[in-house]
């Protein structure tokens, strides 16, 4: 598997920047690129793609099909013309690098045809207790292909197919160092540099809107659904309570979704008999909240417009669910992994 190896360019975009004043950001915080090439690109799928992340905002964007990177967060502005010019430049340089690498993936699993995906993700976090982490990873058609173990410093290869590119990236151990690097220091400056641009974004806090309501099924059991939306930042504690004590066990879950004006809404169901309707209550805890927010089902008046509310609600689940973008899942066991590479 041919492997980018990093231009001049880079070495200069990885400079040390001190933040002003010395002062940090207390995590946890992380900032992620991803790279995606396609073998077969069509409509709205480009061939070659590079996003950044700072926490859980787009900020960086760049397509073969637009062939220019660009500012995705109105604070990345602070950084100028030369900036973007310079990170057009290098993603262009690792275009090419990643779409042979699609080509070369083929050619070990032995496909000659058909839609594949080689991807890539790394970056660095700083976490809540002031410590700070790296990770980088390969991965192919939605499956790990190679990994970084940032403490054993040494590569993992999960099936045979990836066996040549591990041996390639540990015998130049220049490169290694350099990528080790730029995860356990570069890669947190940057964090750090970007954290300051963002602080008023990333910092905000919006508290929740918190709705309960009730489902009766004929002859069967009533379902409570809890919605919370309209909060930020995204870490969220939602929990059914009968009497005051949690009912872990029997709740279920949605997932935190983001809204289309920055901030999320999620949601929580439980089962219950319908004649202990009111023994149950919601408990939302966030960042946003001197204190957990208890909300219990209360029958709808006869001119709230309920149906309506729910209607809106439901549909802006769908929407923000069907507009998400998974390049692969993530491991948070070891922290998943990657290189340094365009966008820093």
Known sequence: MAVPVPLPLPLLLLGVFAVPGG????GPHSLRYFYTAVSEPGPGLPQFTVVGYLDDQLFFHFDSEVKQAQPRAPWIQA?????????????KGWQEA??????????????????????????????ADGGT??????????????????????????????EITKGKMEADRHLSQQQRDYLERKCVEWLQKYLGYGKETLQRREHPAVRVTSRDAPGGP??????????????????WLRKGESREQETWRGGVLPNGDGTYHTWATVEIDPQERDLYSCRVEHKSLAQPLDTAWEPPSRTA??????????????????????????????KTGAIDTPAQ
């Open 222 to 239: 009533t379902t409570l659904s809890c919605r919370a939306h309209g909060f930020y930042p995204r870490d969220i504690a939602v929990t």
């Open 79 to 91: 950084e100028g013309l030369e900036y973007w010019d310079r990170q057009t430049w290098i993603a």
């Open 305 to 334: 417009p309920l149906p309506a509310l729910i209607g809106a609600v439901a549909g802006a689940a769908l929407l923000a669910g069907t507009v998400g973008f998974v390049l692969w899942r993530r491991r948070r066991s070891g």
């Open 98 to 127: 990643f779409n042979g690498n699609v080509r070369i993936a083929m050619e070990r699993y032995n496909q000659s045809g058909g839609l594949h995906a080689f991807q890539y993700m790394y970056g660095c976090e700083l976490r």
């Open 23 to 26: 002062c940090s950001y207390p």
């Open 133 to 162: 982490g790296g990770f980088r990873q390969y991965g192919y058609n939605g499956r790990d292909f190679l990994s970084y173990d940032t403490r054993t410093h040494a590569w993992v290869a999960p099936s045979k197919e990836a």
